[in-house]
């Protein structure tokens, strides 16, 4: 028997990019985190086109085919609003996704990973493995340096938060190339794996098989689940809370933590919410 429950909220932006898909058929879950070009294409387009490829793919299909489904839908429809075949595209101008994905079978579970959504597991004995690894934060973490470190130049114990808003948003426009030299590492060896609707989304895509034993819970979290200024594995502690206290707890922890940092000065970010998705499944 199979439980699960899932969180599925909307950050600052106007627009909601994550996507979740939930088939108790299939028993098949997965999260997905839409990721916006630069100046291109939203990323609600990657996110809608990987979900409806599991929602239409074939009862039979591997979650491998499934994906790849919907990075041809992906790149289709991609075409269709920019005239251009997918490769013709600068890289940051790409609707681009993340995603986290399984499918349990009666003895295995298939799971697949791209971006910096994430897979963990919870054994009966206490253990957690981590079946993915989150190469984006390296990137991100240069980047948001970047800014803070322009900010605290320009800023004093005084500012108001209406001055911090000011000069935030004044210096996120200066590291603009540092997100586009970011964004032209997708799917290179140097950089990390996104869905983007080209042949290298699925060679960069983090998959494989785990057979069941003793596993109790399994948990996918995009990005935005993640919590804020953890020291060391803050993954790894994200996944331990909400294994422990619940998938709800952990989202109502991380949105209290923005509450509390309304001027992005306690925990530095790149946006004030990120959208947050995610589903913990339990085995028994």
Not at 41 to 65: C, H, M, R, W, Y
Not at 83 to 111: D, F, L, P
Not at 194 to 210: K, P, Q, S
Request: net charge negative; with cysteine; proline share 2%.
């Amino acid at each position: 028997m199979i439980h699960f429950s899932r969180v599925y909220k909307q950050g600052s932006n106007p627009t909601n990019e994550d996507a979740y898909v939930v088939n108790q058929e299939k028993e098949l879950f997965a999260v997905i985190d839409g990721a916006t070009g630069l100046g291109g294409l939203p990323g609600k387009i990657a996110a809608e086109a990987i979900q409806n490829g599991f929602d239409t793919g074939d009862f039979e299909d591997s979650l491998i085919e499934q994906i790849s489904k919907g990075n041809t839908k992906l790149a289709k429809k991609t075409k269709q609003e920019l005239g251009q075949g997918i490769e013709a595209i600068a890289k940051e101008k790409r609707s681009a996704c993340g995603i986290a994905a399984i499918q349990i079978h009666e003895n295995y579970m298939e799971y697949a990973q791209s971006g910096d959504c994430m897979i963990f597991v919870a054994y009966q004995d206490g253990g957690i493995q981590s079946l993915s690894y989150d190469h984006v934060m390296r990137l991100d973490k240069k980047a948001i340096f970047e800014l803070y470190n322009a900010i605290d130049k320009r800023i004093n114990p005084e500012i108001s938060g209406e001055a911090f808003q000011e000069i935030y948003q004044e210096e996120k426009e200066r590291i603009i190339p540092i997100l586009k030299a970011n964004r032209e590492k997708l799917n290179t060896r140097g950089g990390y794996s996104i869905i983007d609707g080209t042949a290298e989304a699925m060679e960069y895509l983090t998959y494989g098989r785990i057979p069941l034993h003793q596993v109790e819970k399994i948990l996918l979290l995009t990005d935005g689940m993640q919590l804020h200024g953890m020291e060391g594995d803050v993954w790894k502690e994200s996944a331990n809370f909400a294994f422990k206290h619940g998938i709800d707890s952990l989202l109502d922890y991380v949105v209290q933590q923005e509450e509390a940092d309304i001027f992005l000065k306690k925990y530095p970010r790149l946006k004030h919410a990120d959208d947050k998705t995610g589903i913990l499944v339990e085995l028994s």
